[in-house]
């Protein structure tokens, strides 16, 4: 089976950093996935990180470590719209995405 | 707007009931997916098309089927309705078995499935 692991939620203030941590053990990969979901909205796609090191996009970077199975979504200069659910996805052999349950950041002012 | 559309957006029925939610792919994609999302859970992958042909099997109940059509859309038929399969239900599209060289997929709306 497939193990996603990410916190249940975090909280922050206005302008803080956060980071999201994601372990996982999967059979196959083919990728780490970083989606963002509004309550009640679809997922949209923030990350995607395929060899280790950090991708920077922006106010968001994600970071990847192959070898630790680890993954951490960093939300930098946090704005009242960040609060949504964070999902570490993993890409698998057959190319369909298996999700973590999902990480609610509630950003405060 | 990720340009994958479902129908409906919200349906309330009883147990035992049937029902039928409907995805239309983003124009050129090939793939369909269809995952579950419960309050207390993450998104949950049910089933995946590839042009027209059953790709990949997740957690799906027997009770559940799904079709990919020529024209690419998908249907999931849900059957024998039980209180537990109130949730999201989601569909996503990509453009080939991985989608784009990234491997994202496009989420739909959803469609929101209360079973009373």
């Known amino acids: 089976g497939q193990n996603i692991d990410q916190p249940t939620e975090m909280t922050a203030t206005e302008g803080a950093i956060v980071q999201i941590n994601c372990t996982y053990q999967t059979s196959g990969f083919n990728g780490l996935f970083w989606y963002q979901q509004h309550a009640g909205e679809a997922p949209t796609f923030l990350s995607y990180n395929v060899l280790d090191g950090l991708e920077e996009k922006g106010r968001f970077s994600s970071f990847l470590s192959r070898s630790k199975g680890y993954s951490y979504l960093l939300l930098k200069e946090l704005q009242m719209k960040d609060s949504a659910s964070y999902l570490c996805a993993v890409g698998l052999n057959d190319y369909k995405l298996s999700f973590g349950a999902g990480t609610t950041v509630t950003v405060r002012a | 707007d990720s340009g994958v559309t479902q129908t409906p957006k919200h349906l309330i029925t009883a147990t035992g009931q049937r029902v039928t939610l409907r995805c239309s792919p983003r124009?050129?994609?090939?793939?369909v997916y269809w995952y579950q999302q419960s309050l207390d859970q993450g998104l949950q992958f049910l089933i995946q098309?590839?042009?027209?042909?059953?790709?990949a099997k997740g957690n799906i109940l027997e009770r559940f089927s799904a079709q990919q059509f020529p024209d690419l859309h998908s249907e999931l038929n849900l059957s024998s309705l039980e209180l537990g399969d109130s949730a999201l239900y989601f569909c996503?599209?990509?453009?080939?078995?991985?989608?784009?060289?990234?491997?994202?997929?496009?989420f739909g709306e959803g469609s929101r499935l209360t079973v009373l």
């Open positions: 996503a599209s990509s453009v080939g078995t991985g989608g784009t060289n990234t491997g994202e997929l496009f």
């Open positions: 124009s050129g994609d090939l793939s």
């Open positions: 098309y590839y042009n027209g042909e059953e790709r």
